[in-house]
């Protein structure tokens, strides 16, 4: 079955600690994309790519960082420098044409230990 | 700056009640509105409206769009537990790359 895959579901960070969630999809999309989510604020876009070995900053990318070396994969790294990381963190992947415009992954939820 | 508001945040109601939930919009260069409903996790997709006026609707969920006023609702009839859910709505607009969400609606629908 095609689908997202985020892993850890779970994930916790001590202080001064980078963390590095994973995003792998089998559905051939060319978009990816990061949101952060907490409560109250809707999703907000961290970074997304179109292309393979390209990526763009969000509206709050600031302490985080990407890469697409792989179609199928979009690894988020949470670094020391964003000082709130706590939040759920969702993946989606976006097909061309068709009404389904995001398909999401099931989150990881990061906590600060 | 672009926005999208949701209204209510939070709405508590008995299994059969019906409920309209509203999205309202500003935003630049407008494509079309999506509804999402997200239960635990994933957000699943609901409906896109590009048109005014033309209504959507999937067993007992229903939604519009207003372009003239900007917004959009989305109607649940008999509402049943396994409605209950966050439902966000999210605005696509031309020469974008990313959805803008709004906040959400929590919806619980108690027995």
């Known amino acids: 079955d095609g689908g997202i895959t985020q892993s850890p579901k779970y994930l916790f960070r001590k202080e001064g600690q980078n963390v590095t969630l994973s995003c792998e999809q089998n559905?051939?999309?060319?978009?990816m994309y990061w949101y952060r989510q907490d409560p109250g604020q809707g999703l907000r876009l961290i970074y997304y790519?179109?292309?393979?070995?390209?990526?763009q900053k969000g509206d709050i990318a600031e302490g985080y960082s990407v890469s697409r070396e792989k179609k199928e994969s979009f690894p988020l790294t949470v670094t020391s420098a964003q000082k709130n990381p706590t939040a759920f963190y969702l993946c989606?992947?976006?097909?061309?044409?068709?009404?389904?415009?995001?398909?999401f992954g099931s989150g990881t939820q990061l906590s600060v230990l | 700056e672009d926005k999208v508001v949701q209204s209510p945040l939070s709405l508590v109601v008995h299994e059969g009640d019906t409920v309209t939930l509203n999205c309202s919009y500003e935003?630049?260069?407008?494509?079309?509105l999506l509804w999402y409903k997200q239960e635990k996790k994933a957000p699943t997709f609901l409906f896109m409206l590009?048109?005014?006026?033309i209504e959507k609707k999937s067993g007992r969920l229903s939604s519009i769009l207003d372009k003239k006023e900007l917004f959009s609702i989305l109607n649940i009839t008999a509402t049943q537990t396994g409605d209950s859910a966050v439902y966000l709505c999210?605005?696509?607009?031309?020469?974008?790359?990313?959805?803008?969400f709004g906040t959400g609606t929590r919806l619980t629908v108690i027995p």
């Open positions: 590009t048109s005014s006026g």
């Open positions: 999210a605005v696509d607009r031309t020469g974008a790359n990313n959805l803008f």
């Open positions: 559905l051939n999309h060319d978009a």
């Open positions: 790519s179109q292309i393979v070995n390209d990526f």
């Open positions: 989606a992947s976006q097909m061309w044409g068709g009404e389904e415009k995001l398909f």
């Open positions: 935003v630049t260069n407008f494509r079309s």
